[in-house]
């Protein structure tokens, strides 16, 4: 057992650090993006005053321009102190402070910079910033020639010909700031890309850890109710309703008296009268000196005896007894004698050690369901900071994405969506097995329900060229259950049965009404063997009968825990070949 918790408990703790340090190096680049922005409204602003100050050689406009300097200043210094050897924090942190930063991200800027500036991925970026902060010292430069030119009293050609230079320099740190932004998004995609991949891999080795700990202890499980089953058939004749048994133990001559049903305790036949060293002889050999020294207390004392042990029984098994005792006739040597119940608590304590474990096996499935939606939550945080950054990029017309930068940005908000959509649905399938999400409960029309999922799924329909038919029935087909669960079950399906399909092929609807109302979402797709058909309710088990469609293994799990919640049931039949049949059926009220 140890060989497979030790690796499962360090995978575990591999996966909660690697999330935690994926989640740092995120909030980094994302602090690292609002730097670039501060930066880049700095420069533009030095430009902007520095062109002022060639035209009219006001002191204050070139006062601004090197109050403007400071921020790409700050962090050139920054990333200087950070890049020494043995570099001193403070300087690194005042650097950050004086480029306008957050002081909240500083701590972070200056983790992620010592951490990953020499990462493959990042290195593109910090060249990038290098080169910003090698245009900056230049424009200081230009900006000194253009106050030498003003005090010796230069005329306006001189003057002009420094404004081309200024208007050339500020192209080129416009490009270094492109160019820095870019490579920051494609590093921020491929440490996403890295965390999902890593963590998707140590999730698996869980998932499977975890199903062989299930297996093995519902194995044990059933032994042991099979073997307290038989125990209780061979006794349940012999067992009275309060299972006592009465014994004496004369001190003097060492002798046990029993009634029928201690001597059947101890497995003794009827009229013997057993010494302690014959009754010694049954005990375990770990519970014989305490059962002893228990006997020999409650005569040396006269406190109350009570005493736990287990004996041989004659079946060859071990049983546990209970003893309550007294001393009496403690003032009299020839009469004293030891009176007592015993009784037999081996169902007691083996019912006490199912309850025990079946607690502790409650308390393990809602921990882990309580670090999934933990996990969960976190996770969404994150993603929608880089998707309403990816959206920001896509829209912003002052400066527009070159083409294959705005490829790059759609395969991130791509990704992004993919991975929010896996998010929700663990969501999903933690509050529905915890009792968290409750379902309405009213008269819902099917149909309608139907009619609003085709866009929807245009996407996926569009995708592989397929053909919807829905053959909605004229009149309405009215169901019990929640409308918009309803609508997030036949997505799934619908979408599925689009991705799944041949190209160009076509997805239809049957519609049935009985007792039930039972709709069919059928497709022409490459279809499931039998072995692929029985895992396909399984959480992150994902069939791959088309490995190049993307998905995650959790969809149909949700589908199949929704259904169920609105009282219906889910079926499904496929052949190899001829394409899926996914039916549904829900109840009229």
């Known amino acids: 057992m140890l060989r497979v918790l030790l690796p499962t408990g360090a995978a575990l703790l591999s996966m909660v650090a690697l999330c935690i340090a994926g989640l740092q190096l995120l909030s980094g680049l994302r602090a690292y993006v609002g730097g670039e922005s501060l930066w880049s409204k700095a420069r533009s602003e030095a430009t902007g005053y520095l062109q002022a100050y060639l035209r009219d050689g006001r002191p204050e406009a070139y006062a601004s321009f090197l109050m403007a300097l400071q921020v790409p200043e700050g962090d050139r210094l920054a990333r200087l102190e950070l890049e020494k050897p043995r570099p001193s924090l403070e300087i690194a942190r005042q650097g950050f402070l004086q480029g306008g930063n957050d002081p909240e991200d500083v701590e ?186 228990a006997f020999d207390a409650a005569v040396e004392s006269g406190q109350p005896l009570r005493s736990r042990f287990r004996v041989r029984h004659p079946d060859g098994g071990w049983r546990h007894l209970e003893v309550n005792a007294r001393l009496h006739g403690r003032d009299d040597p020839a009469d004293r004698r030891v009176v007592g119940v015993v009784r037999d608590i081996t169902d007691e304590l083996t019912e006490a050690q199912l309850r025990a474990d079946k607690e502790l096996a409650e308390r393990t499935a809602a921990a882990r369901m309580a670090f999934l939606s933990r996990l969960s939550h976190e996770l969404r945080t994150p993603l929608n900071a880089i998707l309403g950054l990816a959206h920001l990029m896509t829209i912003d017309a002052k400066e527009p994405l070159a083409p294959n930068q705005a490829r790059r940005v759609r395969l991130l908000s791509d990704s992004g969506r993919a991975l929010l959509r896996l998010v929700e649905d663990v969501l999903d399938i933690t509050h529905l097995d915890t009792g968290e999400l409750t379902l309405a409960r009213e008269q819902v029309d099917l149909v309608d329900v139907v009619r609003a999922c085709l866009p929807l799924v245009e996407s996926e329909r569009a995708l592989r060229d397929v053909r919807i038919d829905p053959a909605l029935p004229p009149e309405p087909v009215w169901v019990q259950g929640d409308p918009q669960r309803l609508q997030q079950v036949f997505v799934q399906l619908l979408g599925n049965a689009c991705k799944f399909n041949r190209p160009g092929g076509r997805v239809f609807l049957r519609w049935h009404e009985g007792e039930d109302v039972a709709l069919a979402v059928c497709d022409e797709g490459v279809g499931l063997g039998e072995a692929e058909q029985a895992e396909l309710f399984q959480a992150f088990k994902r069939i791959d009968p088309q490995p190049d469609v993307p998905g995650s293994g959790v969809g149909l799990l949700v589908v199949k825990m929704l259904v169920d919640q609105m009282r219906g049931r889910i079926e499904v039949s496929s052949t190899p070949g001829a394409g899926s049949v996914f039916t549904v059926h829900l109840p009229r009220r």
């Open 108 to 293: 972070l800027l200056v983790w992620t910079y010592r951490a990953f500036a020499s990462a493959p991925h990042v290195q593109d970026a910090v060249a990038a910033w290098r080169e910003g902060d090698r245009l900056v010292e230049q424009m200081r430069a230009l900006g000194e020639a253009a106050r030498a030119a003003r005090a010796a009293g230069a005329p306006d050609a001189s003057l002009a010909e420094l404004g081309d230079r200024l208007l050339r320099l500020d192209g080129e740190l416009a490009r270094a700031e492109r160019r820095f932004s870019s490579t920051l998004g494609r590093a921020s995609r491929v440490t996403a890309l890295l965390l999902m991949t890593t963590t998707a891999a140590v999730g698996l080795l869980l998932t499977l850890a975890a199903a062989w700990l299930v297996r093995r202890a519902l194995a044990v499980h059933v032994a042991d109710r099979q073997a307290l089953q038989d125990l209780n058939e061979r006794f349940a004749l012999a067992a009275e309703a309060d299972r006592l048994g009465v014994f004496v133990w004369h001190v003097r001559d060492d002798r046990f008296e029993l009634d029928a049903r201690g001597r059947e305790l101890y497995g003794l036949p009827e009229g013997f009268e057993p010494r302690r060293a014959e009754l010694r002889v049954q005990h375990h050999p770990a519970d014989a000196a305490q059962v002893r020294a």
